[in-house]
C-alpha cells in the first residue's frame, strides 16, 4: 500500500502565506513526478505546480511567482509554499505523486486525501 498525506492547510487572511506538504509512505521504489492540484466548489480540479525527479518544476501561470513547489526526496516529500494568497486560492488541495512501487514495475498514480485552504479576511 502507499499513502500521501497533507499537512499545512488552515485560514489565512490575503496576502498571507502557507507551506503545504505531502508525505509518501508505504512501499515505494522510487517517485517520479509529484505535483499539486486544487480543487475550488463548483469547478473542476486543476493543476498547480508539478515537479519531475530530476526537480524541473512547471506552474499554472495564475501561480507563477507566488508559489513555490520543491520536493525531499529522502523524505518522498513534496512541498508548496504559497505566498501572497488570494481569496480565489480557496480550494481543497491535493497531493499527487507517480510512484513505482517496485524496481521494474511501471509507475501508479496516487492521490493525497486533500486539504483545505481558505482565503479570508
Known amino acids: 500500500q502507499v499513502q500521501l498525506v497533507e499537512s499545512g492547510g488552515g485560514l489565512v487572511q490575503p496576502g498571507g502565506s502557507l507551506r503545504l506538504s505531502c508525505a509518501a509512505s508505504g512501499t515505494i521504489f522510487s517517485i517520479d513526478a509529484m505535483g499539486w492540484y486544487r480543487q475550488a466548489p463548483g469547478k473542476q480540479r486543476e493543476l498547480v505546480a508539478a515537479?519531475?525527479?530530476?526537480?524541473?518544476?512547471n506552474y499554472a501561470d495564475s501561480m507563477k511567482g507566488r508559489f513555490t513547489i520543491s520536493r525531499d526526496n529522502a523524505k518522498n516529500t513534496v512541498y508548496l509554499q504559497m505566498n501572497s494568497l488570494k481569496p480565489e486560492d480557496t480550494a481543497v488541495y491535493y497531493c499527487?505523486?507517480?510512484?513505482?512501487?517496485?524496481?521494474?514495475?511501471?509507475?501508479?498514480?496516487?492521490w493525497g486525501q486533500g486539504t483545505q485552504v481558505t482565503v479570508s479576511s
Open positions: 499527487n505523486a507517480k510512484i513505482h512501487r517496485w524496481r521494474f514495475q511501471p509507475p501508479n498514480e496516487y
Open positions: 515537479i519531475t525527479s530530476g526537480d524541473s518544476t
